[in-house]
Nanobody
Framework: QVQLVESGGGLVQTGGSLRLSCAASGRPLSIYNMGWFRQAPGKEREFLTIISWSGASTYYADFVKGRFSISRDNALNTVYLQMNSLKPEDTAVYYC?????????????????????WGQGTQVTVSS
């Protein structure tokens, strides 16, 4: 099975940017659709975005549209999350997740149970 490791988190000021990376090993990344979630203290894990195995299709949660961008490089077995215009409410642990490609993406938010494989998460803290 695939192993996922996130990196790139840290402390940033309001309005700043970060790029998270998710490196995969054990299986080729190209067989998976990849998603990003986040979880703030005391809150449920929430869906942010997903990208299809080829990178041709993406879907974003409404609250990150225009600020976050997902991309992937299958040759490098890596998925990215570019986050711009960060706000204090974006503070959370950010997780990447993988699900086997079975057809196209659904144009609605995904749930954590839709993804069997997870990384350990990377902390993002946005200071006001």
């Amino acid at each position: 099975q695939v192993q996922l490791v996130e990196s790139g988190g840290g402390l940033v000021q309001t309005g700043g940017s970060l790029r998270l990376s998710c490196a995969a090993s054990g299986r080729p990344l190209s067989i998976y659709n990849m998603g990003w979630f986040r979880q703030a203290p005391g809150k449920e894990r929430e869906f942010l975005t997903i990208i299809s195995w080829s990178g041709a299709s993406t879907y974003y949660a409404d609250f990150v549209k225009g600020r976050f961008s997902i991309s992937r490089d299958n040759a490098l077995n890596t998925v990215y999350l570019q986050m711009n215009s960060l706000k204090p409410e974006d503070t959370a642990v950010y997780y990447c997740a993988a699900r086997h490609n079975r057809g196209g993406l659904k144009n609605q938010p995904y749930f954590p149970d839709d993804f069997p494989y997870w990384g350990q998460g990377t902390q993002v803290t946005v200071s006001s």
